[in-house]
């Protein structure tokens, strides 16, 4: 079946505590993307990936790493997470530009204590 | 920069009647894609429908027709003989042919039955 896998669901965590999200694809997109879903506010690109090794920023990437060392994973590091990163995380793919659509994760859940 | 715009924070609608979800944006390209997609409570990002810009003829699936406006930067989102299951956030994105992705702040739809 034709995914975004995204891992874990739902994380508490502390804030300082490094932690990562993973994410996987399994339909060979080149296009892969972080966003950030706040209420009222939409979803907002965090980082997004054209290819293997070529990344760049969003529109809200202070406190977000990523990086894609395989063209399926584009993992979200937050070093230092911080109560304002409490959000709902999405990773989604595309399979280029034009007319297609994303296909998104089921996303993650995040809250910074 | 590209926005999107959707006015109408809450919508509800009586089961079997029709309701239109507005969505306006700002952009300066004459090339361009518009999608609504749909968050049920699971969190799943489901893409409802696409339009492409440079076609005049308004997008159908099945209930769900779009009503663009390419002059007026408007792409609202008719779903008709409203089900229970229609109930979630919808989110209309804004895509340019860089590959990225803008989303409203959403609207949250509420079936009665």
């Known amino acids: 079946e034709a995914q975004v896998t995204q891992n874990p669901r739902y994380l508490i965590t502390v804030t300082g505590k490094k932690l990562t999200v993973t994410c996987s694809q399994n339909m060979n997109h080149e296009y892969m993307s972080w966003y950030r879903q706040d209420p009222g506010l939409g979803l907002r690109q965090i980082y997004y990936s054209m290819n293997v090794e070529v990344t760049d920023k969003g529109d809200v990437p202070e406190g977000y790493k990523v990086s894609r060392k395989e063209k399926r994973n584009f993992p979200l590091i937050l070093e230092s997470p911080s109560p304002n990163q409490t959000s709902l995380y999405f990773c989604?793919?595309?399979?280029?530009?034009?007319?297609?659509?994303?296909?998104f994760g089921s996303g993650t859940r995040l809250t910074v204590v | 920069a590209q926005t999107v715009t959707q006015s109408q924070p809450e919508m509800s609608v009586q089961e079997a009647e029709t309701v239109t979800l507005s969505c306006t944006y700002d952009?300066?390209?004459?090339?361009?894609?518009l999608f609504w997609y749909k968050q049920p409570p699971s969190r799943q990002m489901i893409l409802v429908i696409r339009q492409e810009a440079y076609k005049q003829q308004n997008a159908t699936e099945n209930r769900f027709s779009v009503n663009f406006q390419k002059a007026a930067k408007s792409f609202s989102l008719k779903i008709s003989d409203s089900q229970l299951g229609d109930a979630a956030m919808y989110f209309c994105a804004y895509k340019y042919n860089n590959n990225d992705m803008r989303f409203g702040a959403g609207t949250r739809l509420t079936v009665k039955p």
């Open positions: 989604a793919s595309s399979l280029g530009t034009g007319s297609y659509g994303y296909t």
């Open positions: 952009t300066s390209e004459s090339d361009y894609y």
